[in-house]
């Protein structure tokens, strides 16, 4: 997740992603990380059928040097476009915790 191009990254996995995108857009943990940044735009992701390589690729990239994570993106999303814009979030069907 991002707030623009080059800004902020901000790295996370999950296993229910478009719920996870509708919290982050909605700031649902106001006091997070990605709200205060503002980090509401997915810019890249990755599908991993295990919990664990999700766990351990999420590591490996909070390891990377920035230049890396923005060569990454930018090999998926040139545009660094919100990839979850088509999605057809429906927001108001959140589930709250």
């Not at 999950?14 to 995108?21: A, D, K, L, Q, W």
């Not at 999420?58 to 545009?79: A, G, Y």
Request: charged share 40%; with cysteine.
């Amino acid at each position: 997740m991002s707030n623009r191009r080059d800004g902020v990254l901000y790295i996370g996995v999950t296993n229910n992603i478009e719920e996870r995108v509708k919290e982050h857009k909605l700031k649902v943990y106001p006091k997070s990380f990605t709200a205060k940044y503002n980090c509401d735009k997915l810019m890249y992701f990755e599908e991993f059928e295990d919990g664990k390589e999700a766990e351990k690729r999420e590591r490996q990239f909070k390891r990377w040097k920035r230049v890396w994570k923005i060569e990454l993106i930018e090999e998926m999303n040139p545009s660094w476009s919100d990839i979850s814009t088509n999605w057809n979030l429906n927001c108001n069907k959140l589930r709250k915790y």
